[in-house]
């Protein structure tokens, strides 16, 4: 058995003991992905923004769908707002869609079209980090670039049995040196791959694979039986809770919806019209004083990053067509994406269409 790695160890302890076994894993058991086998700039942008926050499992669908529908930087700098909320809808977090528009425009107007091949002009664009920088240089261009995100962190934070909080700029900075120092410059795209592919599949946030990693004899975390215990984090504050009243106003136009502010949460997307704060059947009828009827419906909750939502919703029909600022009326044959926060209330409104019939 190899010594165990330390940040400290030797390059060539780096390469015996982490790299060589990691790619020659990848060789044998590399997961066969779109964006993979046609590793174009445009393809492993697009696949590495839906993989933020969400499974390969569950980005595949979604990638497919979206290269079919905008297979070029023009086609998705031309798309209309609505139509990429409704190739994104269920992958949540939807500026990242907006800002990958957004950065669609810029390499069009100020680059002819093409990716520029530096982190630093890369990671100017709304949206690409220097995470995404790396996988777009090092995957499509074979640039020696690493790409390191929160799974690169932890599987370097274990091999090391580091005990740094991982939640430091400093700590970032070392194992970016890390990544940097052991990256092959032959197959650079291939690594942070194989490192991707480790910390998703094998060397996982809780209960870590680790009797069947490639990497497990030279894992100091392993060793020491720490590796469920890394990396080390400061303790997680409180997510914050808000009481919210949603409203679904019905009229013969359909139901009303509500763009919401730029900025912010849900920042651009069309919502129920909502309150703050839970609003009583007696307070909604002040609110809608002509409503032909109003009927209370079920409570339902939705977690954000830094925020959880306990939302009451009322189900109001009225023939009033007044339409509030910022307020659209939807026909059932009107797509407009709306958040997956409201999709008990989305489910209601679809069974309610459906049926005809009263949802309570
Ligand atoms: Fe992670 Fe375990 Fe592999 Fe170490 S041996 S890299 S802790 S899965």
Not at 143 to 160: E, H, T, W
Request: charged share 25%.
């Amino acid at each position: 058995m190899s010594e165990g790695l330390s940040f400290t160890s030797p390059q060539e302890a780096w390469e015996e003991g982490f790299t060589r076994p990691l790619l020659r894993w990848y060789d044998a058991s590399a997961r066969d992905l779109p964006w993979r086998r046609e590793p174009e700039p445009y393809r492993v942008w697009v696949s590495e923004i839906m993989l933020q926050q969400t499974r390969v499992e569950a980005v595949l669908p979604y990638f497919e769908r979206f290269m079919r529908r905008l297979p070029t930087l023009e086609a998705l700098a031309e798309a209309s707002l609505d139509d990429l909320y409704k190739l994104w809808e269920g992958l949540g977090y939807y500026s990242r869609v907006r800002n990958m528009q957004k950065a669609a425009g810029i390499l069009i107007e100020q680059y002819g079209g093409c990716f520029p091949r530096s982190v630093r002009e890369l990671s100017a664009l709304p949206g690409i980090g220097e995470y995404t920088a790396g996988a777009i240089l090092s995957i499509a261009f074979q640039l020696p670039v690493p790409a390191v995100d929160g799974n690169v962190m932890r599987v370097l934070s274990r091999a090391a049995c580091s005990k740094l909080d991982i939640t430091l700029p400093a700590t970032r900075r070392i194992l970016t040196e890390i990544a940097e120092r052991i990256l092959p410059s032959t197959r650079p795209g291939d690594f942070n791959q194989s490192l991707m592919d480790l910390g998703s599949g094998v060397c996982r946030p809780k209960s870590p694979l680790c009797p069947s990693c490639p990497v497990r004899e030279a894992c100091s975390g392993y060793a020491a039986g720490e590796a469920e215990n890394l990396p080390c984090r400061p303790p997680k504050k409180e997510r914050r809770s808000e009481k919210r009243t949603v409203l679904l106003v019905l009229s013969p136009k359909g139901v009303l919806l509500h763009r919401r502010p730029d900025r912010g949460l849900l920042a651009g997307m069309w919502e129920y019209p909502g309150l703050d704060g839970w609003f009583s059947p007696p307070q909604i009828r002040a609110l809608f004083p002509t409503a032909d009827s109003i009927s209370q419906l079920a409570q339902a909750r939705h977690i954000f990053t830094h925020v959880e939502w306990h939302m009451q919703g009322y189900l109001i029909r009225t023939a009033s067509f007044d339409t509030p600022e910022n307020c659209i009326w939807a026909g059932e044959e009107e797509s407009c994406a709306l958040p997956s926060a409201f999709k008990t209330y989305t489910a209601l409104l679809d069974k309610l269409r459906s049926s005809q019939a009263e949802i309570i």
